[in-house]
């Protein structure tokens, strides 16, 4: 049974094991078109050791500067000095943690297969070695700011009905995964490809959010990715530069810290990739 109010899909919405949930999914959707087959693919692509699912971190351009400067990653909690002022969690974020029962020593990641992240939060997307995460690393099936908007705000958000919408990183990221493409998917058709599922997976500021109980170091980093846009921006201002058009300091100070950025991944043997929205060249092995 359900936990939370009638609209909200009880299948889904419950204290049940991921696996269970998963399970009874395609249970109910056996018969409709490439849905059983479509399972498994997505089951393949994610688990797939070289190209599977991964945690990142996106960041400003400032921030990464931060560290690699500083060989280390800092939450708000920890105060960073960004742009020299200490920046700080605000209000919301600090409500939200206090509901989850997240603290000082959480960071926050998101579970994805490919393309440049959450880039709300910054161009550079740090990708995160597997055995950086930890088996104590915990999920939440969704953005956790989404407890503070409706219909979740009004609830009365009881610890059953949390941790109905948490997972173990170790034992659950694979199974909540791929419940969260398959209902995005359209079974009528074909078999899916790994960009549509990474694409499903995260998409904007929709995404399974990580919570590591540990910080980490510039070797931790698996590779860095961005999307073509900030290189076509890149590119853009330095052609100006070229052509003897002044830049702002904004715009010089930006450049400045991108070329350093760049040597300074190189210095730590940490791989720099321009990605399109999936960043996989397969379908599936």
């Not at 708000?76 to 000095?81: G, I, K, Q, T």
């Not at 359209?186 to 549509?196: A, K, P």
């Not at 904007?204 to 540990?214: A, G, K």
């Not at 073509?228 to 830049?247: F, K, Y």
């Amino acid at each position: 049974m359900g936990l939370y109010p009638f609209g909200f899909d009880e299948n889904y919405f419950n204290a049940s094991p991921w696996s269970v949930r998963l399970a009874q999914w395609v249970a109910d959707n056996e018969g409709i078109g490439f849905a059983g087959g479509n399972a498994g693919v997505v089951r393949q692509v994610l688990e797939d050791d070289e190209n599977g699912l991964r945690t990142v971190v996106n960041i400003t351009a400032f921030s990464l500067y931060i560290v690699l400067r500083d060989n280390a990653y800092k939450n708000l909690y920890e105060r960073p000095a960004i742009g020299g002022v200490p920046r700080e969690p605000c209000e919301v974020r600090q409500r939200v943690d206090d509901a989850l029962g997240l603290g000082k020593q959480t960071y926050f990641g998101a579970a994805a297969l490919g393309g440049a992240g959450v880039r709300f939060y910054g161009e550079y997307c740090m990708v995160l070695k597997l055995n950086q995460v930890g088996q104590n690393a915990g999920l939440l099936d969704r953005d956790s700011f989404d407890i503070d908007l409706e219909p979740l705000k009004s609830l009365p958000l009881t610890k059953e009905r949390l941790d109905a919408l948490r997972g173990d990183w170790d034992t659950d990221r694979i199974d909540m995964a791929v419940l969260r493409v398959l209902p995005e998917l359209g079974h009528n058709l074909r078999l899916v490809t790994s960009g549509t599922i990474s694409d499903a997976l995260l998409r904007d500021q929709e995404f399974i959010e990580v919570h590591l109980d540990h910080s980490f170091e510039p070797r931790g980093i698996e590779e860095v990715r961005e999307s073509p846009d900030e290189t076509a921006i890149e590119m853009s201002l330095r052609a100006r530069q070229s052509r003897g058009i002044p830049l702002t300091q904004v715009e010089q100070d930006w450049l400045h810290r991108r070329t350093w950025i760049s040597k300074q991944l190189a210095v730590y043997g940490v791989r720099h990739r321009i990605v399109t929205l999936h960043g996989r060249g397969y379908q599936w092995k």
